[in-house]
């Protein structure tokens, strides 16, 4: 089942994400939040990947899960900084062998003591793209920043490289979170402008614990608007009333969101049922109207 036959019938979509195990200790635990996310009948579930590609293995056992067992399109995320061509082209393989059609092609962060890149590995996720194209008949994905990426010099730079790597072969583009709606907008109109022209969808993370947002944020240079920040400061320090806030601080970014025509809706679950299963609650009759 591929996203992009799902996002061809112009409904809006929601889709969820969770994270696989880095043991076999937690992978249990892992499956069951998955279980319980898959019985919201998501229009698709994405899977993470490992930087270093350490717990591959577990992103294909949970996106097979999700697709052969639980009945739910997924998207198993790849990542290439850390892996040889030919370790990639073996892994492209075991997603044909799962039955995984949906493929986000990543980069991944530099790793901090590595050289990069090594002879012979890629670079950048473009030419991941460009090798899955030859690899196999997937659907691709890619990674977009509204708020550019933090090592891009500038949004210019950034939206001339996404181009190429669109051209590469991308289906969609998932975008990093973001929590001003405005910055999307302003985003999908330079991209249009410049002949992007593919589907967008929108990643929403529902902030359940203050003190880690505002870190993640300095880190990535994601904008924290002064409403969101309020927010944050007056019930971060409390579990039970961060979670009721930013559960319902990204219900309301999701339907402004498609009150303004945005059909991809992406929600960054991290393995939290109940947070999935409140969004979807919140959108019911939206979704469906
Ligand atoms: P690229 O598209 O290769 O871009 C990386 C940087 O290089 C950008 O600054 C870009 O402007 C620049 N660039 C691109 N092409 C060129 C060129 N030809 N010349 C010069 N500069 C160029 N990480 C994980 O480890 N696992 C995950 O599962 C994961 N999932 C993600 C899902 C989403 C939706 C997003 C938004 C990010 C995800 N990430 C994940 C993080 C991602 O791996 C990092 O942000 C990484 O640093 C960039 O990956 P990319 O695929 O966007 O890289």
């Given at each position: 089942?591929?996203?992009?036959?799902?996002?061809?019938?112009?409904?809006?979509?929601?889709?969820?994400?969770?994270?696989?195990?880095?043991?076999?200790?937690?992978?249990?635990?892992?499956?069951?939040?998955t279980?319980?996310?898959?019985?919201?009948?998501?229009?698709?579930?994405s899977?993470?990947?490992?930087?270093?590609?350490?717990?591959?293995?577990?992103?294909?056992?949970?996106?097979?899960?999700?697709?052969?067992?639980?009945?739910?399109?997924?998207?198993?995320?790849?990542?290439?900084?850390?892996?040889?061509?030919?370790?990639?082209?073996?892994?492209?393989?075991?997603?044909?062998?799962?039955?995984?059609?949906?493929?986000?092609?990543?980069?991944?962060?530099?790793?901090?003591?590595?050289?990069?890149?090594?002879?012979?590995?890629?670079?950048?996720?473009?030419?991941?793209i460009?090798?899955?194209?030859?690899?196999?008949?997937f659907?691709?994905?890619?990674?977009?920043?509204?708020?550019?990426?933090?090592?891009?010099?500038?949004?210019?730079?950034?939206?001339?490289?996404?181009?190429?790597?669109?051209?590469?072969?991308?289906?969609?583009l998932?975008?990093?979170?973001?929590?001003?709606?405005?910055?999307?907008?302003?985003y999908?109109?330079?991209?249009?402008?410049?002949?992007?022209t593919?589907?967008?969808?929108?990643?929403?993370?529902?902030?359940?614990?203050?003190?880690?947002?505002?870190?993640?944020?300095?880190?990535?240079?994601?904008?924290?608007?002064?409403?969101?920040?309020?927010?944050?400061?007056?019930?971060?320090?409390?579990?039970?009333?961060?979670?009721?806030?930013?559960?319902?601080?990204?219900?309301?970014?999701?339907?402004?969101?498609?009150?303004?025509?945005?059909?991809?809706?992406?929600?960054?679950?991290?393995?939290?049922?109940?947070?999935?299963?409140?969004?979807k609650?919140?959108?019911?009759?939206?979704?469906?109207?």
């Amino acid at each position: 089942m591929k996203i992009k036959d799902i996002i061809k019938q112009n409904k809006v979509t929601l889709s969820f994400e969770v994270f696989p195990p880095k043991t076999d200790h937690t992978y249990d635990s892992v499956e069951r939040a998955t279980n319980k996310i898959a019985e919201l009948k998501p229009h698709f579930m994405s899977v993470t990947y490992g930087a270093g590609g350490g717990s591959s293995k577990y992103t294909v056992n949970i996106a097979s899960n999700i697709y052969n067992q639980l009945g739910v399109a997924s998207l198993a995320h790849l990542t290439c900084v850390s892996s040889t061509k030919e370790e990639i082209h073996q892994m492209l393989t075991v997603f044909k062998e799962n039955n995984i059609d949906n493929v986000l092609a990543l980069r991944g962060d530099i790793p901090k003591n590595g050289n990069f890149p090594l002879p012979g590995h890629y670079q950048y996720a473009a030419e991941l793209i460009k090798d899955i194209k030859v690899h196999g008949d997937f659907c691709i994905g890619g990674a977009c920043y509204p708020e550019g990426h933090v090592e891009s010099l500038n949004k210019e730079t950034d939206i001339r490289y996404l181009k190429e790597k669109v051209d590469a072969g991308c289906d969609f583009l998932t975008t990093q979170m973001f929590f001003d709606n405005t910055i999307l907008y302003n985003y999908l109109y330079r991209i249009r402008e410049k002949g992007i022209t593919i589907p967008v969808i929108a990643g929403i993370m529902p902030v359940t614990n203050g003190k880690q947002i505002k870190r993640i944020c300095e880190l990535s240079g994601t904008y924290l608007p002064t409403r969101f920040k309020a927010i944050v400061d007056t019930f971060g320090d409390n579990d039970k009333a961060m979670k009721q806030a930013g559960i319902a601080y990204a219900t309301e970014q999701i339907i402004d969101l498609i009150a303004n025509g945005v059909k991809g809706i992406h929600v960054y679950s991290m393995n939290k049922p109940e947070i999935a299963a409140s969004i979807k609650n919140n959108l019911l009759d939206i979704i469906n109207s």
